[in-house]
């Protein structure tokens, strides 16, 4: 996990309610190409650790016989339910616990998926429980946004997230806050070195196209704010609506019509795979 930091339940505190409007999705067909990369045929059991509000244990749950979520946040997994039941999605088992708490009684897996949450964890300790609870020939994945090459510029006006930053750090201050404390250096990379280092074996990376040009509304940039760990909304305490108060002044100036123009990012899933006895 992030050195020199350490986990704490405030984490996202108050940030489930505006995830799902807040984030951009995944790249369009991302389940599909994600299912085929893998062989998927229906069977076997899907781990999702930190899963959030279930955006994408919800997604690919329909290519397992079960699907389990784990995260630490009793909010998200609310959330998660509430979707899993709009949906209709009934092989979703959701498990609060962290990570480090695994393997937690809750067997063996055909696919593991971390998105855009290992880097919240002990990840040597995390991944080498993870290989333990991976089937032999089982799949780990980790998924992120691919920013490489960036997507290109949506038409004006984009929204205004550099100046959002610097509002956020005059509320907070310069450094980035996460949980009850700060993050000097940001969250770790190197995810690769961390896999191989536990043992997993590469077997291929998966780049899903998106850049698709989508609306983005002032409360849903406010939601996007308040659905981040840097920004979740305990850390204003109650000088909240005062903050949001601010932000919504930041986002009328930029854009008096109310509106925005995003491009979807790519979506990257880097696969690996546990060795097959031997």
């Known amino acids: 996990m992030p ?4 986990w704490d339940e405030t984490l996202f505190a108050g940030s489930a309610a505006h995830y799902a409007r807040g984030r951009l999705p995944y790249a369009p067909g991302f389940a599909e190409a994600l299912a085929g990369a893998l062989g ?4 076997g059991r899907l781990l999702d650790v930190g899963c959030g509000p279930g955006v994408v244990l919800l997604d690919i749950a329909r290519f397992f016989d079960e699907a389990v979520g784990v995260d630490p946040d009793p909010d998200m997994l609310a959330e998660a339910r509430r979707q899993a039941a709009r949906r209709g999605t009934g092989n979703v088992r959701l ?7 695994l393997p937690a009684g809750l067997g063996e897996f055909t696919v593991v998926v971390f998105a855009q949450s290992f880097h919240w964890t002990d990840r040597e300790q995390v991944a080498a429980f993870v290989l333990g609870m991976l089937e032999p020939g089982g799949a780990l994945v980790h998924v992120s946004e691919f920013q490489d090459p960036p997507a290109a510029p949506a038409p004006p006006p984009s929204p205004p997230y550099e100046e959002m930053a610097a509002l956020v750090r005059r509320w907070l ?41 989508v609306e983005r509304t002032a409360d849903d940039l406010v939601a996007w704010t308040f659905s981040r760990s840097a920004s979740a909304p305990h850390l204003f305490g109650d000088r909240r609506e005062d903050f949001e108060r ?10 008096p019509e109310g509106c925005f ?13 546990r060795p097959p006895t031997r």
Do not use: C, Y
Not at 40 to 43: F, K, M, S, V
Not at 246 to 255: G, N, W
Not at 261 to 273: H, M, S
């Open 95 to 101: 498990v609060a616990a962290r990570a480090e708490e």
């Open 246 to 255: 601010d932000l919504r002044a930041l986002l009328l100036r930029a854009a």
């Open 40 to 43: 998927l045929d229906g069977g």
């Open 3 to 6: 050195e020199g930091w350490q």
């Open 261 to 273: 123009a995003e491009r979807l990012p790519a979506t990257e899933a880097v696969i690996w795979r």
């Open 173 to 213: 201050g310069p450094v980035r806050r996460a949980g009850r404390g700060t993050l000097v250096d940001g969250t770790p990379g190197g995810e690769d070195l961390v896999f191989a280092g536990a043992g997993f074996e590469h077997a291929g990376r998966l780049v899903v196209p998106a850049g698709q040009v």
